[in-house]
């Protein structure tokens, strides 16, 4: 372990010392591109430039002082970081003057104490501890300067590197406006999914049934009429199923009653390919998330059953903290278009809810839709 920590501390030493170096450079391009940015033609090359020099901090920084910034940071906001830097890059140059001086004298005593020449004037006693106690806190007094000059490399990296707390308002403006639009066109894609199923399902099957009611009352055979009306139950019944399953796509009501595993297992059942499910959820998430998180199951297994050619399909919840985990999978075929229909609806769902969205689907397979979902 301390063979680590000074190989740790030799590393952030060599890092102070490269910033003090390159603090001087940077000062004079502050200055300089101070200067010459009052030029708008010139601003282009001086930001280009800006950067430049900013990212090599943040090179020197992570490697040296291992401090990890953002390079999500506006053009002025580098050139301030630069000139805040080269000042403290300069106290860090002064540290190590103050350092290198110290080693002289210490250089220059020894070679005396070695040639037996006197310390000082009158060569006395307390010459030596005297020398040896300055030196010990010129030592302490150094170290102390080197670890505050690094504390303010970190605190300065931390502070320029990102946005600006205006601008991060401001893109959580945008993105909730983005997100507002994206919750309208998810209830626009649910509604004409709705008014699909009911005008090809539940509407030809109530067509179907009033032409074979027509036909068996102009029947003049009363077991050509039987046969008919047979026919007009067995379409009734599948009519009532039709509209069982709109219903349930519209909102499975084991939701309510049992919570978002209940409801899986329901889909599981229903399904027409094997569907194995792993729910881990030791308790239930709020309403809104185990909706869009049910919705995104339902959508994928409907997707893998008509698209895929799977022969199985399987259903992972889980939750970590204030996420849950959505993952469907199938062995199907691949290829799946996350632009399609089907999937950039349920992407539009999950962003309205501030969720995450993937799709994996190689040529071949397996296909891998995933959702992570902020949960109360």
């Avoid at 036909?215 to 009734?236: F, G, K, M, P």
Wanted: hydrophobic share 45%; charged share 25%; glycine share 10%.
């Amino acid at each position: 372990m301390p063979t680590v920590d000074l190989r740790r501390a030799s590393r952030v030493t060599a890092g102070l010392a490269l910033g003090a170096l390159s603090a001087f450079i940077e000062a004079v391009f502050v200055v300089l591109a101070t200067l010459v940015s009052v030029v708008p033609a010139a601003r282009s090359a001086v930001f280009r430039a800006t950067r430049w020099f900013a990212e090599l901090e943040r090179s020197r920084l992570r490697g040296y002082l291992d401090q990890a910034t953002s390079d999500d940071y506006g053009d002025w906001r580098a050139l301030r970081y630069l000139g805040a830097r080269s000042v403290v890059g300069g106290l860090g140059a002064g540290v190590f003057a103050l350092i290198g001086l110290g080693l002289a004298t210490a250089a220059i005593t020894v070679w005396q104490l070695l040639t037996g020449q006197p310390l000082g004037e009158d060569d006395d006693w307390y010459d030596v501890p005297g020398l040896l106690l300055m030196g010990a806190l010129l030592i302490f007094l150094a170290v102390q300067g080197l670890i505050g000059v690094a504390a303010l490399e970190r605190r300065l990296a931390h502070h320029f590197s990102g946005p600006t707390k205006q601008e991060r308002l401001q893109r959580r403006v945008d993105a909730l406006t983005h997100s507002r639009a994206e919750v309208v066109e998810a209830v626009n894609d649910e509604r004409r999914r709705i008014e699909r199923d009911l005008h090809d399902g539940v509407q030809q099957r109530i067509v179907s049934l009033g032409m074979l009611l027509g036909r068996a009352r102009r029947a003049r055979d009363a077991e050509r009429a039987s046969a008919l009306l047979r026919q007009a139950h067995e379409e009734t019944q599948l009519a009532l199923q039709e509209l069982r399953d709109v219903a349930w796509r519209v909102y499975p009501i084991a939701l309510d009653e049992g919570g978002l595993g209940t409801a899986l297992e329901a889909l599981a059942e229903r399904s027409s390919l094997p569907v194995e499910l792993r729910c881990a959820l030791d308790a239930r998430v709020d309403p809104a998330t185990e909706t869009v998180a049910y919705f995104v199951a339902s959508e994928a297994v409907t997707n893998a059953i008509k698209h895929s050619a799977a022969s199985r399909i399987e259903i992972a919840v889980s939750r970590s903290g204030r996420m849950l985990s959505v993952s469907i999978i199938d062995d199907g075929v691949g290829g799946a278009c996350p632009s399609g229909n089907g999937l950039s609806g349920l992407a539009r769902r999950v962003g309205a809810a501030d969720g995450v969205f993937t799709v994996d689907s190689p040529a071949g397979g397996p296909t891998v839709v995933r959702a992570e979902l902020p949960c109360a």
